[in-house]
């Protein structure tokens, strides 16, 4: 190793840190149910140390046992197949367990083995079927989309037909807007599109779907550079609106009914699709009895929610309850999040989140109009798990009840009229749950950023009916892990509190003074820390930066969502402050003054998306305090990315000035070094974005670093590793002072098959 060079192992521990290597170093961190028919007993797969096994869990009987002997079927499989097979890792992701067999699918075919004896031999098996159709919940028939139409199929081979013909490239049915950050990631696996937005009915004899209209909306051009298959670059030129545009996506719901053939559209207007699908989003849901969908529409501007009663047989839509606000109303705090509304049995009660109060409360509201407020208190409701609508109760996670951690879920419980209330799990982990489908019971793991997750099942009153994992992270620490350090500091503004993580650098010396890395996210549609051990997107890359010798911090800073309407509210009209950009550099000062080995004299940022927005803003805003950034990705100026985000999360159009947020405007202020990097063809958050700020620090003779990489998307599917290895060279030889291990380069990354199923859907 030269002298004024990293040591080779850093980046080792670095890259083996990061998060496609998590399921090699953590087992049984997490457990994904597959539902047996009773709606209790479930079957899934776990790592171990003598490899995947797949487990059977009964929580009546406080169950788990193996859901079959693993050598035993190897063997058997490899006698009947003729091929050789590994107990540690059987060729199947997934089984059918019967009463005396366990079926799956191997080596092109369908397989029983009884388990009696374990026999293996050939079996009838569905036929396999088209991977982007989706089932109906019966599994006799699937409904899938042909060119801008969509058909159905009998799953037996028996049938198929169409269920609408009129379809347009102006007028889709079951699509999402042209873009959705998916789209040039899908065709490079061979997709030509998502699989449709629609919902079966529970009776699975009907749909809901939407038409997606984008008539007139206004396109946007990416070039793809360098061709699959060669030749001239291809122009590419999806539709994209922008605030204050006219013409913007929009969805008109329709009913197909399956075996009519017949289409009942909405007798209303049609709901703002400009983030995605509100199927996908789960803005609309079916009635238990398959009466009636309910749906959310949000005025264009985010200041009114409404739900409305769409009766499948007539398309007659009434409306039950409306919320108007000075600023964004919400069904959850977070963007992704499924809304916290549900209608109880019967449809004459609706269960309503609002923060009418300043929190994220759930209200009662009857058909005669009235409202009863089931919970309160200065904290908020983050789901909704169970209502037992015959003893009258509610059952619900809430953060801000564990004292230090305003982040960290508890279950708890409450009657409808508001009496009652009580904490489930009353220790002061974070619980992250899945009710079974029966209600009875529900999966509990409980976790923190420094404590690996246990995970169990329990019934409604807390009681464990069954232990099912405790995560192993022997092998991560080993790996040069180590835990995340948790703090609270005070904001900005003097009285606030603002808490985060911390994460020490690899071999960490109290006497050595280190560099120190910011990893914002700018948008406040998500956190940046993550309250449970799984620390998120971003936080593995803060786990593999500090194993380069950084110390990183990340911040939720006000206007971050997860805690009171206030704190959110404090980014409306303000994403210039990139959710509390001021509260990060009153963090590092404070953090600073009792941790000597924070250098503030070498800080830098990273961040991707609007963490690349952040990243930047933070560079021309705190120049005294940045001093390297690089931004990935980055949504550099809010009026040019979909309404959705700059009218929903900044004001509209008119009421709020997008260019006092865009970086553009202050690009003359860059003062630090940066490194920008986007994809050709994102299609998510244009590269022209970027393009558009390199132009302007270019014409004020700016120095800084461009890498364009011409086939990547928003995520840089298959180039992330050149990516990251950019980032991580770039910081190194800025902000370390050193260079990078000669010779050094990350592998790519594997595709991960399971994990983009699980992303479609």
């Not at 009696?116 to 036929?127: F, L, M």
């Not at 089932?135 to 009998?154: E, S, T, W």
């Not at 922008?242 to 289409?263: M, Q, R």
């Amino acid at each position: 190793m030269h002298s004024n060079e990293i040591d080779l192992r850093a980046y080792q521990t670095a890259e083996r840190l990061l998060r496609h290597h998590r399921k090699e170093l953590v087992r049984g961190d997490k457990v994904k149910p597959r539902w047996l028919e009773d709606g209790s007993r479930f079957w899934y797969a776990v790592a171990t140390a003598e490899g995947k096994r797949f487990v059977l869990a009964d929580p009546a009987t406080g169950s788990r046992t193996p859901a079959f002997d693993h050598e035993r079927l190897a063997a058997a499989l490899a006698e009947a197949s003729g091929q050789e097979v590994d107990a540690a890792a059987l060729p199947f992701p997934a089984i059918v367990p019967t009463a005396d067999a366990v079926e799956f699918d191997a080596f092109g075919e369908h397989w029983r083995c009884r388990l009696d004896h374990y026999a293996v031999e050939k079996a009838e098996g569905a036929a396999p079927g088209n991977p982007l159709a989706v089932p109906a919940p019966d599994g006799k028939h699937a409904v899938y989309r042909a060119g801008h139409d969509l058909r159905a199929l009998a799953l037996d081979g028996s049938r198929d037909w169409a269920l609408t013909s009129d379809g347009t490239e102006d007028k889709d049915y079951g699509a999402n807007p042209d873009y959705l950050m998916y789209s040039t990631l899908l065709g490079k696996i061979g997709l030509p599109h998502l699989p449709p937005a629609v919902s079966w009915s529970p009776d699975a004899t009907k749909v809901l779907t939407h038409r997606t209209d984008q008539t007139g909306v206004r396109r946007t051009h990416l070039v793809d550079a360098a061709p699959a298959g060669g030749g001239e670059p291809a122009l590419l030129s999806p539709r994209f609106a922008v605030p204050g545009d006219e013409a913007v996506p929009l969805a008109e719901y329709v009913v197909l009914d399956v075996e009519a053939g017949t289409a009942t559209f909405a007798q209303a207007e049609p709901v703002g699709a400009s983030m995605m699908s509100p199927v996908f989003q789960k803005w609309a849901w079916w009635a238990e009895d398959s009466s009636a969908v309910y749906y959310l529409h949000r005025t264009r501007d985010q200041r009114t929610l409404s739900l409305h009663r769409l009766d499948a047989a007539s398309g007659e839509v009434t409306t039950l309850v409306t919320e108007t606000g000075g600023t964004r109303v919400e069904p959850s705090q977070q963007q992704l999040a499924a809304p916290l509304v549900k209608v109880l049995s019967g449809g004459s009660e609706v269960l309503w989140y609002s923060q009418r109060d300043g929190w994220g409360h759930l209200y009662l509201h009857a058909a005669d109009g009235t409202a009863t407020q089931v919970t309160s208190g200065a904290w908020g409701v983050q789901e909704i798990l169970h209502v037992d609508e015959a003893q009258r109760v509610l059952y619900f996670t809430a953060s801000g009840l564990v004292e230090g951690s305003p982040y960290r879920r508890s279950v708890c419980r409450v009657n409808l009229d508001g009496s009652g209330f009580a904490r489930i799990t009353g220790d002061d982990l974070d619980h992250e749950v899945t009710v079974t489908p029966s209600g009875a019971y529900f999966l509990d793991s409980a976790s923190a950023s420094d404590t690996p997750p246990v995970i169990t099942v329990r019934d409604w009153t807390g009681a464990v009916a069954v232990e099912l994992e405790r995560a192993d992270i022997s092998l991560l620490e080993e790996a040069g892990w180590s835990r995340p350090e948790a703090f609270t500091v005070t904001s900005a503004d003097g009285t606030t509190e603002v808490h985060g993580l911390l994460y020490k650098p690899l071999g960490f010396d109290p006497e050595k003074s280190y560099p120190v890395l910011d990893t914002p996210y700018g948008l406040p549609t998500a956190n940046r820390v993550s309250p449970s051990f799984d620390p998120g997107h971003y936080g593995y890359d803060a786990e593999a930066l500090a194993a380069l010798g950084f110390v990183v911090i990340a911040v939720d800073g006000q206007g971050s969502p997860g805690r009171s309407k206030a704190f959110h509210d404090a980014s409306y009209g303000n994403l210039g402050d990139a959710c509390g950009l001021a509260d990060h550099v009153a963090a590092l000062r404070e953090l600073a003054a009792t941790r000597p080995w924070m250098d503030l004299e070498r800080v830098g940022v990273t961040g991707m998306s609007s963490g690349g927005y952040a990243a930047v803003r933070a560079l021309l805003r705190y120049p005294e305090v940045f001093t390297v950034g690089v931004a990935e990705s980055g949504m550099h100026d809010f009026g040019a990315l979909e309404p959705g985000l700059g009218e929903g999360y900044h004001g509209p159009v008119g009421e709020a000035d997008y260019a006092e947020v865009s970086n553009i405007g202050i690009a003359d202020r860059l003062q630090g070094k940066l490194l920008l990097i986007h994809g050709g063809l994102d299609d998510r958050v244009s590269p022209q974005l970027t393009l558009r700020l390199a132009e302007r620090l270019v014409q004020h003779g700016k120095d800084f670093d461009l890498v364009l990489v011409p086939g990547a998307d928003h995520i840089y599917f298959g180039y992330e590793h050149y990516v990251t290895q950019r980032r991580w060279d770039f910081l190194v030889r800025n902000l370390l002072g050193v260079e990078p291990p000669a010779g050094f380069r990350l592998p790519p990354v594997p595709i991960d098959m399971e994990a983009l199923a699980e992303l479609f859907g």
